[in-house]
């Protein structure tokens, strides 16, 4: 007797107890239901930094410290980097400075009525150099400032032209005549201004180390 009232109380228990589970299942969220228990939380991966150059204008590369660094971009050849200037009708060009910028110069010369070329009595080349340029009858043409050792000028006509060079204070003065044989070649008028040697002596007036006659030497601009 004892044995079957065990047994009848065992089955009652059991029986209440499955409504109770399946209700408990039914609260859990449907991906906890379907995958089992949650497991340990962990923060999300961040992806590797990228290393790939911008799409923008300017180019950028990446540092050891992650900064991003815009790549300079220098024009390769003096065609791009010297421009020609053009100032109450007159077209001028600066450069020279180094072998190849000199180099271009005197290939461009043709296309000038004038070509004026600042150096030292030792021989070197010299830059920023101040020059005004005037009519025979001394009216002002075109007063620029060149910061290389070559300046080429395209003159409105044929004529006498007065020339004011002023490099560290120093001041020279030249008369150029200018022909009108641009179909013959012959009409490029060419001056060299020498000054002292403590002109070329001045690091602020001095362009390189070559001489006027020939190589320029490397030079920055």
Known sequence: MNH????????????ASFPLAAAAQASLPATEAANGPPSRLTAPALPPPSTELSSGGVNTMRSEAGL?????QVPSSPAERLRPVMRNDITYLCGGIGDEEA??????????DLMLTFAARNGAYLADVNVDIA??????????????????????????????????????????KVNAGRKTGQHLATAVLTWPQQVAENPS???????AGGSTGSGMR
Do not use: F, Q, W
């Open 205 to 211: 007036g001095r362009a390189s180390g070559g001489g």
């Open 103 to 112: 180099a271009y110069m005197k290939s461009e010369a043709s296309s000038y």
């Open 135 to 176: 009519d025979g009858k001394g009216k002002m043409l075109l007063r620029t400032r060149c910061d290389s050792p070559l300046l080429l000028v395209d003159l409105p006509r044929a004529g006498n032209y007065r020339i004011r060079a002023d490099a560290g204070g120093h001041v020279i003065r030249r008369s150029v």
């Open 68 to 72: 991003d660094i815009e790549a300079e």
């Open 4 to 15: 079957l009232l065990r047994l009848t109380v065992c089955h009652a228990v059991l029986t």
